[in-house]
């Protein structure tokens, strides 16, 4: 009976963790991603499109940034939309091929991305708190309308704070990959 409460609670705990994945692969190391092109929008034949469905991105190197496009009169288009995107960097174009250096990142913005990152972190727990708090008062609904008894309601409260004891390590420990990666030179 319970084990419905605690398969929801696991439930709104991987949505936490999968946001902070999510939002986490915007936050600028000092190394190329294309992720960090994820929400720029292209103006194609006057229709906002991401810029991954009007071109080819590829990493070719660790601090730039490539983007092909498919038709070669987007290329002006593509390079505004980058701008407008204000993501500090600077598009140079061949004619062909866009290319975006991905600058090298000083030590006080590396600080402060590394903030960025822990509150982002602290954003998931709250998540998987509020799911944990959710799941406690579902196990106390199902006691009081005697659907488990004292002991069945202690049992799963019990295994829903170990389930989200593992979720907050996990959590823990992706930002800590993505600080040291944000420390990296």
Same mark, same amino acid.
Not at 44 to 48: E, I, L, V
Not at 70 to 74: A, G, N, P
Not at 141 to 146: A, F, Q
């Given at each position: 009976?319970?084990?419905?409460?605690i398969?929801?609670?696991?439930?709104?705990?991987?949505?936490?963790v999968?946001?902070?994945k999510?939002?986490?692969?915007?936050?600028?190391?000092?190394?190329?991603?294309?992720s960090?092109?994820?929400d720029?929008m292209?103006d194609?034949?006057?229709?906002?499109t991401?810029?991954?469905?009007v071109?080819?991105?590829?990493?070719?190197?660790p601090?730039?940034?490539?983007?092909?496009p498919?038709? %070669?009169?987007?290329l002006?288009?593509? !390079?505004? &939309?980058i701008?407008?995107?204000?993501?500090g960097?600077?598009?140079?174009? +061949? @004619?062909?091929?866009?290319?975006?250096v991905?600058?090298?990142?000083t030590e006080?913005?590396?600080?402060?991305?590394g %903030?960025?990152v822990?509150?982002?972190? !602290?954003? &998931?727990?709250?998540?998987?708190r509020?799911?944990?708090?959710d799941?406690? +008062? @579902?196990?106390k609904?199902?006691?009081?309308?005697?659907e488990i008894?004292e002991?069945d309601?202690?049992?799963?409260? %019990?295994?829903?704070?170990d389930?989200t004891?593992?979720?907050v390590?996990?959590?823990?420990?992706?930002v800590?990959?993505?600080?040291?990666?944000i420390m990296?030179?």
């Open positions: 009976m319970y084990n419905d409460v398969k929801k609670a696991r439930s709104g705990m991987d949505k936490a999968e946001s902070l999510k939002d986490m692969t915007k936050v600028r190391t000092g190394r190329a991603s294309t960090l092109l994820d720029v292209v194609y034949y006057g229709t906002p991401p810029l991954n469905q071109g080819t991105l590829a990493v070719p190197e601090r730039l940034i490539t983007i092909q498919w038709e %070669k009169k987007l002006a288009d593509i !390079e505004r &939309a701008f407008k995107a204000d993501l960097l600077n598009p140079t174009s +061949d @004619g062909n091929l866009i290319r975006l991905i600058p090298p990142m006080e913005r590396r600080k402060e991305m %903030k960025v822990r509150k982002m972190g !602290e954003d &998931a727990k709250v998540g998987v509020s799911a944990r708090r799941a406690n +008062d @579902g196990m609904k199902l006691e009081k309308n005697k008894s002991d309601l202690k049992r799963g409260e %019990k295994e829903i704070q389930v004891d593992s979720y390590a996990k959590i823990d420990d992706l800590s990959q993505k600080e040291k990666e990296e030179i």
